[in-house]
């Protein structure tokens, strides 16, 4: 699996979660969400209790389950600076909230 998580996207989580160096975050496919229609990245502090991919950037541990890979595949998840929100862009699927489109 191929997955690109920028430095800066990092730096966001650290910032609005309060993350420390060692601190580990557990990245998921969520069903729904207000107005989205379809799939979403969910995001808990910690790891998962089930099986998962270990990415490590800036200092954070990243999970991703194996039951996840299909939607993270190809994803870079990037930090925008004029919204002050991270987004998600994955070239793989034509549209991430609605994947099937």
Known sequence: ????????????????MNLSE???LYLYVRVGGVGSGGFSVGIQKGAP??????YTKAGI???I???DQWY??????DYDED???????NPEIR???NPNS
């Open 95 to 97: 549209d991430v909230i």
């Open 72 to 77: 993270f595949d190809g994803m870079t998840i």
């Open 61 to 63: 541990h990243l999970y």
């Open 65 to 67: 389950a194996d039951e």
């Open 1 to 16: 699996m191929t997955i690109t998580i920028t430095k800066a996207a990092i730096e966001f989580y650290r910032r609005e």
């Open 83 to 89: 919204y002050d929100a991270v987004t998600y862009d």
């Open 22 to 24: 060692g601190d580990e």
């Open 49 to 54: 209790a089930i099986d998962a991919h270990r």
